[in-house]
Each structure stands twice: as structure tokens, then as C-alpha cells.
């Protein structure tokens, strides 16, 4: 740091198509980005749904094939990835379209980091951990289209994808420059079918993103502003979808909060997030749900840090009472959208949370919360959870 003025890093996204009925466009982007014969990645919930149907339809009247893996698990893993890239060779594939959420995104974008890789390349060996990522050969990745159908995750707008290794149960971020979607597609009109539940939690994952980006010690102005907006657009908009799902101006501005969720933790993630991965690892949660559940508790933890900021945060959203008030928010907002009071309540074991303790210490995200992370405090934090 010289001058008092920090040095940083920073990378602002792609190419974003957004719109009602702009999945029409699908195969001019796909085209566009060089692709002749792309794979459709989605998830087994989603490959029979109409607007699935929709956007092959698009492909194959411009030729690009109707080519679909949808063998994506919930917290995808190594054997769905071993799977989609047998399915991506055999066809003779040279691009992934990602059509989904966040699994179905995250697992597309392995797709196309690895089917092209040399065989002794394990995808562990990309983790985003220094510069792991430059022992993969960037010139083989094939190009990436992203189609988010949920308002959450943001993995359209990311350079990386989460991957639970089966065996060790453990979440771990995969990171390449080159994953960053050419274009990303993103039509309100495809999150109109999501079940109320998928509604909820992966709203309150885009609010995750933001709270804990805004709340990150970490200097990144710019991620700092698309954070503040982005909560404003959660609490303004996810309840009204959640009751109306159809009301497309709603679910836009919850496209876009999570879209700008995922830019804006380029600036640092916290306990919310090193808390709910382990959960979702070991027990296969809902990441977005989990993370709901444990926020008014992690507000709680970090407040000596982040009462003034959140103070400041909770005046621009138009809410009395500082952070007493803001944490009363969520709290409604929990309470509207159905998420389960505790971990208890999703399943949750006492006699696993010495466990997850030492995973939580471990996920790369605890390094962006604002009070440092310990074994002992980690364990209180899970007990308060409970």
C-alpha cells in the first residue's frame, strides 16, 4: 500500500442480454461466440419443463442441434462433471450452453473447463488458490453461454463454479478467467415456473451475496455500490414475486440483484457463506435456503465490526432504527418467505458441528468476514444457528 492508497485487482463482467422473450436470441449468441454445435447443460428438474424445450427450439431451427445433459445433482459433484464431459466428447461438442441455476451453471462451466484438458489434469488442482489456475491450458476451454432460469447464484456473471467432492463432502471453488460466459442471457420470464421455495432461497442467496460483499473489510468501491442497490432490489422485490410469481417487472429487478450479488463479492464473502457450505455439502440443502437461515445470526456475530456501515445501509433502504432495524428486516423477510427459524429445523445435527466447524475454518469465504473466524467462536456461531 503506498500512499495510503491500496492496490486491488479487479474484473467487471460480461456481456449481459436482458429482457423479456430475449431467449429468442439464443442461437444468433450462441453463433456469435463461434459455436456450431453446442451441449445444453441443465438440470434433471428442469430438461422437461417447456421453456427447456423453448430454448432447444431455438437451437435447432438455426441448426445448432437440440444436443441436453441434465444429469446435475443438486451440489453437483466430480462424477456429474465425469459425466457431462463423456457426453460433450461423444457428441463432438464445441461450446456449453449453461441453462439453469446455480448447479446447472456451475456444472456447464466444469464441462467446458475439462473436457478439453490433458488426462493427468484433475479439476481439483484449479482451485482458486494463487494462481492454481494457470496449470490448465485456457486456449482448451470451450466457450460458455450462460441462461440463469433462478434470481441467486449469479454464476452467469462468475469466472468460477462450486464443486462438492463426493468423497470428502467438501464444496470447493473451481476458478478460471476464461469461464466467464461470453454473453449471458438473462429473460425474466424464465424464472417465472420456479417453485415458491426455489423463489425464496435463491433470493436470499442474491441478498447474501450483497450483505456480505457490502460488509467485506476488503476495498472495492465499486462492488460496495452494486451491493447497497442490490439489496435495495431484494427487499423491495422478492416478496412480491414470492406472492406473484408472474409479475415480470419484479422478477427482473430480482435477475438483476443477483447478477450484481455476483459482481459485487469479487470484493469478499464471510460466515454466511463459509457457515452454509459445509451444510449444504454434508447434508445437500438448499445453498441459497441454508444461507438465509444462519444470516440474522452471522448480522449478529459481526456487529461490533459492521454497525456503522450497516447503520449507513439501513438509512439508504429506508429503514428506522439502524442496525437493529435492518436485522428486523431480515427477520420479516424470513418470516414471509417460509425459511426454517434454524439449522435445527433443515436437519441439522448437534453431534456433526465440531465437524462442520473445521470445514467452515477451511472455506475460502471466512476470509472476508469482518471478525476473524476461530475454532471457538465458529463452533458458538453454529450453536447459535441451531
Known sequence: MSHGVPNRNWSYPTAIKFG?????????????????KPLLVTDKA???LPITAQALDVL????????????????????NMADGIVAFRAGDHDGVICFGGGSALDLGKMIALMAGQRADLSVWDLED????????DGARIAPVIAVPTTAGTGSEVGRAGVLTNSQTHKKKIIFHPRLMPAVTICDPALTVGMPKFITAGTGMDALAHCLEAYCSPFYHPMSQGIALEGMRLVFENLREVYQNPTNLVARGHMMSAAAMGAVAFQKGLGAIHSLSHPVGAVYNTHHGTTNAVVMPMVLEFNRPAIEGRIDAAAAYLGFDGGFAGFHDQ?????????????????????KDLDMLTEMALEDPSCAGNPVEMTRENTRALYDACM
Do not use: C, Q
Open 20 to 36: 423479456v422473450g430475449r431467449i429468442a436470441e439464443l442461437a444468433d449468441h450462441a453463433r456469435a461466440a463461434g459455436l456450431r
Open 46 to 48: 428442469l430438461a422437461s
Open 60 to 79: 435447432e431451427a438455426a441448426g445448432l442441434g437440440r444436443a441436453v445433459f441434465s444429469e446435475v445433482d443438486a451440489n453437483p459433484n466430480e462424477k
Open 129 to 136: 488458490i494463487d494462481d492454481w489456475y494457470t496449470r490448465a
Open 330 to 350: 431480515i427477520m420479516e423477510l424470513r418470516a414471509a418467505l417460509a425459511i426454517p427459524e434454524t439449522l435445527s429445523a433443515m436437519g441439522v445435527l448437534y
